[in-house]
């Protein structure tokens, strides 16, 4: 008797867990009437690191596109520019790239990488990054650099949707 007491027990706390985190899930959704639908970041920088840039920082803008829907980002394209050569050099892989919210401040995104076929060539990812959000500007950030496989780091990514998008 005192084991199936220890069994209840113990299922309902787990039960009470697992509905505690449903709770705290968070869902990216476009400010207004509908939720989902299409996105762009005009305007975005991001900072790097590669081999191809022999581990010195290189800064671009950044512009991503791609879709919400069910309160998950698709990225489904980026384009990176700037003035330093290495900014049009990128070729953008793993795509598309999933945003998913943890919580109302912070998620991942998956898949992320890029090639450089200059020497020294670049190979990195595919990696899941952590990233920051702020619904106060409704944006994307980090909070720390990130590591990428093939040694290579997002060191700041600055990024705003168009339309304006909220992590609810």
């Not at 007491?5 to 309902?12: I, P």
């Not at 959704?29 to 290189?58: C, K």
């Amino acid at each position: 008797m005192k084991g199936i007491k220890t069994l209840v027990s113990a299922t309902a706390i787990v039960a009470c867990l697992g509905a505690a985190s449903m709770a705290s899930a968070a869902s990216i959704a476009i400010d207004g009437a509908n939720p989902d639908g299409p996105f762009t970041t005009p305007g975005g920088t991001i900072t790097v690191r590669s081999p191809s840039s022999f581990n010195q920082p290189v800064t671009c803008n950044i512009n991503f596109s791609g879709n919400i829907a069910g309160g998950v980002a698709s990225i489904t394209g980026a384009t990176v520019s700037g003035s330093n050569a290495l900014c049009n050099l990128p070729k953008i892989t793993g795509l598309p790239w999933t945003l998913s919210a943890s919580s109302t401040t912070a998620g991942t995104v998956t898949n992320v990488g890029y090639t450089i076929s200059f020497f020294p060539a670049t190979n990195c990812g595919p990696t899941t990054i952590n990233v920051a959000w702020s619904n106060v500007t409704h944006s994307l950030s980090l909070s720390t650099p990130q590591t990428l496989s093939g040694g290579c780091s997002v060191d700041v990514l600055n990024a705003k949707p168009s339309p304006q998008v909220s992590v609810i």
